[in-house]
């Protein structure tokens, strides 16, 4: 199928899952808008810590299906590091264990307890993608743009905005306003960064009070966190709980007291009970398809629910 620039579908929203939404869409020959109100390395998901792993998100049974179809993408972009920004890096989830993981775990190669030697508190060691926003995000855009797509930058206030015969939604936490639907909310999520010590393993912790210490290795930095805050909307970074996140994973690994810091991210992620990823016909006739509510695990699911989402825009496409 081939069709003119931009006429069949726009897609709103420029995050991880709008991109590769829009991505999938293009590759497939149609005509694809993307609509986002701010640059690509500024939306919520250039601030994620961006480790594959199904992190606060819902429904278990759809996520797995869609975690694993993404993991198979990485796992290919993961050849070309300097390029995609992914690579497989080995690490523990600490206090994790597989009994209690969904059945998408049985998938995941590799996936074993940890020994002590690798964690003394217990967890899950694993090798598995980690992704540089900075570089993956312009790379999904330049592959859109490769495949015919289009990147527009517009604030839109209602769905009804965009004139193609199908829209797709994947305005994250916008979705409060211009779906509207009250039942996305966000959870905050405050990051230090510092230059890399020389660790080269990734880990993440959750204390039983749900306290977190994570730390996700680039080559010339350390992405430290975290903190996931329900219903709290401020953006700017606080000073004492980026105390705090340092202090937390020196405890692990003691070099990271004396690192410096880089800079302070805060972003939040656009949670909902359940992800709705569903098609409905708006009153003329057109194509809606929604592709929101991902929390903390959009970066996890994307090529996933950008396929379900591209199914149920162009079944027959």
């Not at 797995?64 to 590091?81: C, D, I, K, M, Q």
């Not at 992914?86 to 597989?98: D, H, I, K, P, Y």
């Not at 015969?165 to 996305?184: H, M, Q, W, Y």
């Amino acid at each position: 199928m081939e069709s003119e620039r931009g006429n069949d579908v726009i897609v709103i929203g420029g995050g991880v899952i709008g991109l590769t939404t829009a991505v999938v869409l293009a590759e497939r020959g149609l005509g694809v808008r993307v609509w986002t109100r701010d640059p690509v390395e500024r939306t919520t998901s250039a601030v994620a810590g961006a480790l594959w792993w199904p992190y606060r998100i819902e429904p278990e049974a759809r996520v797995g299906a869609w975690s694993l179809n993404s993991l198979t993408v990485y796992e290919e972009l993961a050849e070309r590091p300097e390029e995609t920004g992914v690579r497989l890096v080995e690490g523990v989830q600490g206090q994790a264990r597989l009994d209690a993981l969904g059945a998408w775990a049985a998938r995941v190669p590799g996936l074993r307890a940890a020994t002590a030697e690798e964690y003394a508190g217990g967890g899950l060691w694993a090798r598995l993608p980690l992704i540089d926003m900075a570089v993956h995000l312009p790379w999904l855009r330049a592959r859109l743009v490769r495949a015919g797509g289009v990147v527009e930058e517009r604030t839109v206030a209602a769905l009804t905005e965009a004139d193609t015969p199908v829209v797709v939604n994947c305005t994250g936490l916008g979705a409060r306003e211009v779906v509207p639907d009250a039942s996305v909310r966000p959870v905050r999520g405050q990051l230090v960064v510092v230059a890399n010590p020389g660790i080269t393993t990734w880990l993440g912790t959750t204390d039983a009070d749900g306290t977190m210490a994570y730390l996700f290795p680039h080559a010339d930095r350390l992405l430290l966190g975290g903190t996931a805050e329900e219903d709290v909307w401020s953006t700017e970074p606080d000073p004492a709980v980026a105390e705090a996140i340092v202090r937390r994973c020196a405890a692990v690994r003691p070099e990271i007291a004396g690192a410096r810091v880089l800079a302070h991210r805060v972003g939040l992620r656009p949670y909902r009970d359940a992800v709705r990823l569903e098609r409905e016909l708006l009153p003329d006739g057109r194509v809606l398809v929604h592709n929101y509510g991902h929390g903390g695990a959009g970066v996890t699911v994307a090529w996933g629910c950008a396929r379900e989402a591209a199914g149920l825009a162009f079944p027959a496409a």
